[in-house]
């Protein structure tokens, strides 16, 4: 077992354990495992409002863990940090509430088809909610928003652009330091789905100059049930409220209420504080690797595993010939085998891979494809797991072709 | 589990070389048909939907005097939810509604795990090979998909 896989224990009790759904969610370090329940045993009570030391000290482990990840993706400022479930309640609260405070009857909402569910669905609600018409931008054969793509769909109707950073099926990198120029030029808030793309290399918030940052804990080797909703203080202050109550509040009225200061705002309910240590601890924990090696090792590993595939006739590889600009997302089919088919029986290999629509139906139209199988890789993975998943891919194609 | 128990060769050779993969004459073609069980009675045609794969399949059947005819479906859906509907179609043909409604019962028991006697299951004939689905949890939408369907037409059918 490579040194890095022996950080994670279902690792150490499962060694021959191929994990490749890492775009689903990372497996979780001792470091993040051992940091929750360090608070639970030694800090838990519930923060923000106790007159005493554990809730103090609650407190101290939240707010530390909110200033860590400013500082982690290069906001300016902590109370720009909203916490969330994962990436979904982010892309939900921002098209909840800043369509609320932009969108007048005609506007127009720019996504990719390339979106997850997660950053589609919402915009659709937002547009039927405020007779707003939700727009479309397609991409090239390698999965990339060209900017003459972008400035052919922008209108004076045009007021938010949502795009993915990476795309979840296809693997590709939006060119942001371009895109999101063009938009701000013409008034256009940007709000960037990062929740396949921080895993993988280190993102500045301030340098992308995006308005809005959404990404989840798990796909980051921190605990499922924690996400962060990046804004800008402009944009925050001046939005209503998405989740109301405890909190969240400042004055309360039997009619009407005041509304807390950011981020509290936008945090209604107790918060899941052993979530916020954990997602620091899972930043300690990327730091200590690097995300030189990170992406050292990811590049090595997309470009291998779409090498080897791509050699099998009866494979077809979905996005860039290009397999190292796959940022660990190889989505394929194997002929006339379906991906559910094909996932079950690579499990019977030890093999952990995704079968299905990826919650991207639009887009696996876009492709005609209906369904694929996804590999996705993580710095963790090694030449011996693509190994094992090549030679899964033979095995089921020999499976089905057996039967004449 | 080996999968092997799942992925047998009943099931594969129904998905391979399924007999029931086509469509029904409507009555209307039935002067020039070459498929004599078809008989120029109503056939009843479903759509069956999976949202969380996205398969689908339509399922039509022939119905003379209550009795099943002759069924067929078209669709793409994995190797479970295509030999499943096509070992379906070969246990219906041939029973009342009320027979084949019972079966679809009693398939869908057996693959929540519910009906595990097999005394019971032996009515399944060759649908008894997917038994172990019942084990696979994320797979048991597939396997159902064709019985369900079948289960609700038949059933709309009584209701007319």
């Not at chain 1, 979780?28 to 030391?53: F, H, Q, S, T």
């Not at chain 1, 001046?238 to 405890?246: N, V």
């Not at chain 1, 509304?259 to 918060?271: D, I, N, S, V």
Request: negative net charge; glycine residues 6%.
């Amino acid at each position: 077992m490579n040194r890095y896989k022996n950080y994670f224990p279902i690792m150490r009790r499962n060694s021959t354990l191929a994990y490749l759904d890492n775009a689903a969610t990372t497996q979780k370090p001792d470091m993040v495992i051992d940091a929750v329940a360090d608070y639970y045993r030694r800090e838990n009570a519930n923060p923000l409002r106790g007159l005493y030391e554990l809730s103090q000290k609650a407190t101290d482990a939240y707010e530390n863990a909110r200033k860590k990840i400013a500082e982690f993706i290069g906001a300016a400022k902590a109370q720009e940090i909203i916490y969330t479930r994962n990436a979904s309640e982010s892309l939900n609260l921002i098209a909840f509430s800043l369509s609320e405070l932009l969108l007048q009857p005609d506007d127009e909402i720019l996504i990719s088809i390339m979106e997850h569910h997660s950053n589609m669905i919402p915009w659709q609600q937002a547009a039927k909610r405020h007779k707003a018409k939700l727009i479309y931008l397609y991409p090239n054969e390698d999965g990339i928003i060209t900017t003459a793509e972008l400035k052919n769909k922008i209108s004076d109707k045009t007021k938010i652009l949502s795009l993915t950073q990476i795309s979840n099926v296809l693997g590709s990198e939006q060119n942001l330091k371009e895109l999101i120029p063009i938009a701000h030029a013409h008034n256009i808030v940007v709000s960037i789905d990062g929740a396949q793309a921080i895993p993988h290399e280190k993102i500045d918030v301030s340098s992308l100059d995006c308005d809005f940052y959404s990404f989840s804990g798990h796909k980051m080797y921190a605990p499922m049930g924690i996400g962060i909703l990046y804004g800008k203080e402009k944009y925050l202050e001046a939005m209503p409220p998405f989740l109301t109550g405890g909190e969240m509040i400042d004055y309360v009225d039997e009619q009407t209420a005041t509304f807390a200061e950011l981020p509290y705002k936008f945090e209604a309910g107790t918060q899941n504080v052993g979530g916020a240590v954990g997602l620091a601890a899972a930043i300690d924990f990327i730091e200590s690797i690097g995300y030189n090696k990170i992406i050292e090792r990811e590049t090595e590993l997309s470009h291998l595993a779409g090498e080897e595939l791509s050699k099998l006739p009866y494979i077809t590889i979905y996005g860039s010939n290009n397999f190292s600009a796959h940022h660990g997302v190889i989505a394929f089919n194997i002929e006339n085998i379906h991906p559910h088919d094909v996932a079950s029986l690579m499990d019977s290999g030890n093999v952990a891979i995704r079968g299905g629509h990826h919650c991207a139906q639009p887009l696996m139209r876009f492709l005609k494809c209906n369904f694929c199988c996804r590999a996705s890789i993580a710095f963790y993975n090694d030449k011996a797991d693509i190994k094992q998943l090549i030679e899964q891919v033979k095995y089921i194609r020999s499976y089905f072709h057996g039967v004449k | 589990m080996a999968l092997n128990n799942i992925y047998n060769d009943i099931l594969m050779e129904h998905n391979m070389h399924p007999d029931h993969k086509h469509k029904l004459l409507q009555a209307s073609d039935h002067k020039t048909a070459i498929n004599p069980k078809c008989e120029a009675d109503e056939i009843l045609v479903k759509k069956g939907l999976n949202p969380s794969c996205g398969d689908e399949i339509v399922l039509e059947i022939n119905v003379v005097n209550d009795i099943i005819k002759d069924a067929a479906f078209n669709g793409q859906g994995c190797a479970i939810s295509q030999a499943s509907t096509d070992i379906m179609a070969d246990l219906i043909i041939g029973k009342s509604i009320d027979e084949a409604i019972k079966l679809t019962d009693l398939f869908i028991d057996m693959i929540r795990g519910e009906e595990t006697d097999p005394k019971k299951l032996e009515e399944l004939d060759e649908a008894m090979a997917l038994k172990d689905v019942s084990h696979m949890p994320a797979r048991v939408k597939c396997a159902v998909l064709a019985w369900h369907t079948l289960n609700e037409m038949l059933k709309e059918k009584k209701q007319k």
